[in-house]
């Protein structure tokens, strides 16, 4: 569904090829962070850290990476 005119379409696109690289990484770090934190919050509270990064990761990411990958991110220790 878009209930979004051509002309509208048009008028933000050409909004965003002004913007600076630096702005356009800054809205869109933004808008995955808020992402990250919807999916953070709607998690049950009782998940081990494992278990809620591949709760996120799999929220996030299932069907674009295989299930090896989300694992492995879960299980990463960068400590």
């Given at each position: 569904?878009?209930d979004?005119?051509?002309s509208?379409q048009?008028?933000?696109a050409e ?15 933004s ?10 919050s ?5 998940l081990?850290?494992t ?9 996030l ?5 295989p ?6 991110y ?6």
């Amino acid at each position: 569904m878009n209930d979004t005119t051509a002309s509208m379409q048009r008028r933000v696109a050409e909004h965003y090829r002004r913007m600076s690289p630096q702005e356009r990484m800054r809205i869109a770090s933004s808008m995955f962070e808020t992402a990250r934190r919807i999916v953070e919050s709607s998690l049950p509270a009782n998940l081990d850290r494992t278990e809620r990064r591949l709760a996120f990761a799999r929220r996030l990411y299932a069907g674009e990476l295989p299930e090896a990958a989300l694992r492995a991110y879960a299980e990463f220790r960068g400590d």
